[in-house]
């Protein structure tokens, strides 16, 4: 049985492990960490707009590595 004649020999990812959406999640919980360490530690939350400018960069930067993942590495 040769390379090709394996049954997932078609499948570029075949056998990498990992849970379904894990990047989006570790996206997704670097994003919750970040507005969380924001708005409680740097005291954000209490002044008005402050929390919002510095999540939207974040949101769009998180959102870039994510389509660069999808476009590189799929």
């Known amino acids: 049985m040769g390379p090709a004649d394996r049954p997932d020999a078609g499948d570029r990812h075949a056998g990498r492990g990992g849970w379904p959406g894990g990047g ?6 670097s ?3 970040a507005r969380l360490i924001l ?4 005291h954000l939350a209490t002044a008005p707009g402050w929390l919002v400018a510095f999540t939207v960069p974040i949101a769009i ?5 994510g389509g660069a993942y999808v476009l590189v590495i799929r």
Do not use: Q, V, Y
């Open 39 to 42: 708005g409680r530690f740097l």
């Open 61 to 65: 930067w998180l959102l870039l590595i």
């Open 24 to 29: 989006r999640g570790i996206l997704l919980l």
């Open 31 to 33: 994003f919750l960490k």
